[in-house]
């Protein structure tokens, strides 16, 4: 049974930080590209950032770009999301993702196999 289980959510302040841990199971996790995704209420679901398998290539949002930083354990099966300088139009529902790739690649034009249940993140004074 796959399985991605998103935590570390939370309320935090504007400026602050937060990690978000995804653990993988039931799959192969070192042979998926993992990515993490955000949806903030009335908006459209948007790639917040992506890892390769080895964790040798990253790719990020421009909106996140330099506060962000994707990196996984692939012993521990765990994605995370270090999220710095939060600013309140962080504030949404960030899904985790894992989609079948080749080695050294991001496969985003392929849809995720497997998605997290999300966890909310607010940024708020």
């Known amino acids: 049974q796959v399985q991605l289980v998103e935590s570390g959510g939370g309320l935090v302040q504007p400026g602050g930080s937060l990690r978000l841990s995804c653990a993988a199971s039931?799959?192969?996790?070192?042979?998926?590209?993992m990515s993490w995704y955000r949806q903030a209420s009335g908006k459209e679901r948007e790639l917040v950032a992506a890892i390769t398998r080895s964790g040798g290539s990253t790719n990020y949002a421009d909106s996140v770009k330099g506060r962000f930083t994707i990196s996984r354990d692939n012993a521990g099966n765990t994605v995370y999301l270090q999220m710095n300088s939060l600013k309140p139009e962080d504030t949404a529902v960030y899904y985790c993702?894992?989609?079948?790739?080749?080695?050294?690649?991001?496969?985003?034009?392929?849809?995720?196999?497997?998605w997290g249940q999300g966890t909310q993140l607010a940024v708020s004074s």
């Open positions: 993702t894992a989609r079948s790739c080749g080695p050294g690649s991001l496969c985003l034009w392929n849809t995720p196999d497997y």
């Open positions: 039931g799959f192969t996790f070192s042979s998926y590209a």
